[in-house]
Structure formats: structure tokens, C-alpha cells
Nanobody, 126 residues
Framework: QVQLVESGGGLVQAGGSMRLSCAVS??????????MGWFRQAPGKEREFVAAIRWNSGSTYYADSVKGRFSISRDNAKNTMYLQMNTVKPEDTAVYYC?????????????????WGQGTQVTVSS
């Protein structure tokens, strides 16, 4: 059974940094259409796209709101992906979810991903 487990969340001061991890177990996702992504959801808002990466090629894509501040990466040997969050802002406060899909053509769409983690809370204080 495929499982995704996020870790690394917590409280961070505005302007600081935080690194989130997502460990994937059960199987690998290495086809040309496979992708992993990070989404976030704040209270009263819908879940929104943050960043995505093609597992085999390493190509990345970011939401405009985090470009230049966040960086997504993966370690194929560890079957783990990361979200490095720098210069965080209060508006980054949300529950962050990692996700993976086998047939991902549009990286920003939630319905492109089949497996989801339980989420990790990130709170940015001012």
C-alpha cells in the first residue's frame, strides 16, 4: 500500500526558513508521467498548488506566490521529496500536503494526483 508521510512543519518566524519532507513507501513513481507535488490549505481557503517535480527528470514548477523563495527537490534513492521554504511570510501559514500521481499532465491540478499525505502544519509568526 502506498503511503506518504510529511514531516518538518512547526512554528517559524517571518523571514526564516523551514524544510518539509515527504517520504513515499509502497512503490516507486518513475514513469515519464509521474509527478510529486506540494499543496497547502489555510482555514477558509481551498487547497492550492505550491510546487511540483517530475520524479524521473527533476524538472520543477512553482506557483507565482512562492517563486524565488521555495525550492522543491527529491532524493530518488530515499524515495523522498523536500520543500525548502526560505524568507517565509505570514501568508505562508497553512497545512502543507504532499501528493503523487502516475498520470500527471497538468502539474497544478489537484485531481491529477491520486495519493496524498496527512499534512503538516506550518505557522509563520510576524
Amino acid at each position: 500500500q502506498v503511503q506518504l508521510v510529511e514531516s518538518g512543519g512547526g512554528l517559524v518566524q517571518a523571514g526564516g526558513s523551514m524544510r518539509l519532507s515527504c517520504a513515499v513507501s509502497g512503490r516507486t513513481f518513475s514513469s515519464s508521467t509521474s509527478a510529486m507535488g506540494w499543496f497547502r490549505q489555510a482555514p477558509g481557503k481551498e487547497r492550492e498548488f505550491v510546487a511540483a517535480i517530475r520524479w524521473n527528470s527533476g524538472s520543477t514548477y512553482y506557483a507565482d506566490s512562492v517563486k524565488g523563495r521555495f525550492s522543491i527537490s527529491r532524493d530518488n534513492a530515499k524515495n523522498t521529496m523536500y520543500l525548502q521554504m526560505n524568507t517565509v511570510k505570514p501568508e505562508d501559514t497553512a497545512v502543507y500536503y504532499c501528493a503523487v500521481g502516475d498520470l500527471v499532465t497538468l502539474l497544478t491540478r489537484r485531481d491529477q494526483y491520486f495519493y496524498w499525505g496527512q499534512g503538516t502544519q506550518v505557522t509563520v509568526s510576524s
